[in-house]
């Protein structure tokens, strides 16, 4: 059974930066791209970047680009997501979902920015 | 980016009743190798997104045939019919040709 596990929730103070991780089971994460996406609260589904973690390449919407950095550990089968610089309208939980069709998706991870 | 328009933005409807969700895309999405990657998607409450549809038809694993998803280019329809109480939520559809993938805004199935 494939399985996404995602950490738990975040509290980040304006400035800050955290790391959110993605566990993937009974799935080998080199055999697939792992995709992030988030949910501001209320509202619909936004595209954030996508990695290879194969070779560690990546692809991020405009809007990410300076915001969000994909990585991936294929030893552990888990990928991540550093979101730096936060303010308080990256607040939104932040999902991962594998293959090219985004077939399977972790429970999401809460983030939070607040002083 | 393309522009996805997902339409209506919310859609009454009874028990056993058939409903039709529509998504059109700004531009085209077949890609270069030939294939339509437009996928459909149910959010339910408190839930994370499932994959009901991949590339414009094809049913993911375990979906019930009362799901089925059609259209070429730029327009696309998911069809539901029997509705069942476990279809109610959030309906999104995505385009994955283009960088970035985008998302339509979403389609709320609810009980008249």
């Given at each position: 059974e494939v399985q996404l596990q995602q950490s738990g929730a975040e509290l980040g103070k304006p400035g800050t930066s955290v790391k959110l991780s993605c566990k993937v089971s009974g799935?080998?994460?080199?055999?697939t791209y792992m995709h992030w996406v988030n949910q501001r609260p209320g509202k619909g589904l936004e595209w954030i970047g996508r990695i290879d973690p194969a070779n560690g390449n990546t692809i991020y919407a405009e809007k990410f680009k300076s915001k969000a950095t994909l990585t991936a550990d294929t030893s552990s089968n888990t990928a991540y997501m550093q979101l730096s610089q936060l303010k308080s309208d990256d607040t939104a939980i932040y999902f991962c979902a594998i293959q090219g069709y985004y077939g399977f998706w972790g429970q999401g991870t809460l983030v939070t920015v607040s002083s | 980016d393309v522009l996805m328009t997902q339409t209506p933005v919310s859609l009454p409807v009874s028990l056993g009743g058939q409903v039709s969700i529509s998504c059109r895309s700004s531009q085209s999405l077949v890609h270069s190798d030939g294939n339509t990657y437009l996928h459909w998607y149910l959010q339910k409450p408190g839930q994370s997104p499932q994959l009901l549809i991949y590339r414009v038809s094809n049913r993911f694993s375990g979906v019930p045939d009362r799901f089925s998803g059609s259209g070429s280019g730029t327009d696309f329809t998911l069809k539901i019919s029997r509705v069942e109480p476990e279809d109610l939520g959030v309906y999104y559809c995505l385009q994955s040709t283009h960088f970035p993938n985008t998302f339509g805004a979403g389609t709320k199935l609810e009980l008249k």
């Open positions: 799935y080998n994460i080199r055999s | -």
